[in-house]
Nanobody, 123 residues
Framework: QVQLVESGGGLVQAGGSLRLSCAAS????????MAWFRQTPKKDRECVAV????????DYADSVKGRFTISRDNAKNTVYLQMNSLEPEDTAVYYC????????????????WGQGTRVTVSS
């Protein structure tokens, strides 16, 4: 069982930055692919970033490429999402997710989810 706890959300002006953190309570954190998803009332949950086990391979949604960076610290059992140049369209609840199965941006491949942290970007 993996428990994920996100933090770092909040209110920021357009053009600003936030860093989200996700702490995992699991002994074998480096056995899990980690990803960040986001969801709004009008859109399905979408993957914005995913990282492989060792942290040397990533993939991003086109809408965030060049602005968001996913990283992980396996010694701290934590994954991060650095978000720069934020836009009002980035407003959403952001979820951390983990899977032991594959490097994927498909939400249905992820077994474990955090409770979400809200990000609001004002224009």
């Amino acid at each position: 069982q993996v428990q994920l706890v996100e933090s770092g959300g909040g209110l920021v002006q357009a053009g600003g930055s936030l860093r989200l953190s996700c702490a995992a309570s699991v002994r074998t954190f480096n056995s899990y692919y980690m990803a960040w998803f986001r969801q709004t009332p009008k859109k399905d949950r979408e993957c914005v970033a995913v990282m492989n086990l060792s942290g040397d391979s990533t993939d991003y949604a086109d809408s965030v490429k060049g602005r968001f960076t996913i990283s992980r610290d396996n010694a701290k059992n934590t994954v991060y999402l650095q978000m720069n140049s934020l836009e009002p369209e980035d407003t959403a609840v952001y979820y951390c997710a983990a899977t032991s199965s594959m490097f994927s941006r498909n939400r249905y491949h992820y077994e474990y989810w955090g409770q979400g942290t809200r990000v609001t970007v004002s224009s």
